[in-house]
Each structure stands twice: as C-alpha cells, then as structure tokens.
C-alpha cells in the first residue's frame, strides 16, 4: 500500500512541474505569502511521506529476506 502512495506522490509533483513549466501556455505562479507558507508546508510533509514510504518498503524487503532464510533452514 506505501508503494501505492509514493507512486501517487510522485505523479503529484511531476503533474504539478509539468503545469508551471508547460511550453505552450503561460500559468499563473504567482503566489501570495500564505499561498507560498501552505506550499511549503505541502512540500515538507510530501518529502516526509516520501521518505516514510521508502523506510517501509525497505522494511518489508529486509522481512521478506528474513522470512525466506527462516523457511528454507
């Protein structure tokens, strides 16, 4: 399920990029101080969940290794 969430994350913030840097059209990036202080805070826990995200799947890599070793002895 957090691979499920990282991969959404990820299409997230590229879809965001893709829009402010889209060739074709102009976007409208300007942002008021609350708008900016809101994307921050976005970001930071974007980055949080990301990182969450890859600690668990590593996690489950190490009990799925464990797990393994376990049955075949």
């Given amino acids: 399920m957090s691979n499920v969430m990282f991969f959404l994350m990820l299409c997230k913030i590229g879809l965001r990029r893709k829009l402010q840097t889209f060739p074709g059209k102009m976007v409208n990036t300007v942002y ?11 970001s930071k826990e974007e980055s949080i969940l990301a990182m969450l995200g890859i600690i668990g799947t ?6 799925i290794i464990f797990v393994y070793i376990y049955t075949t002895l």
């Fill in 32 to 42: 008021s101080d609350e708008e900016k202080g809101i994307q921050d805070k976005e």
């Fill in 58 to 63: 590593i996690l489950n890599l190490v009990v």
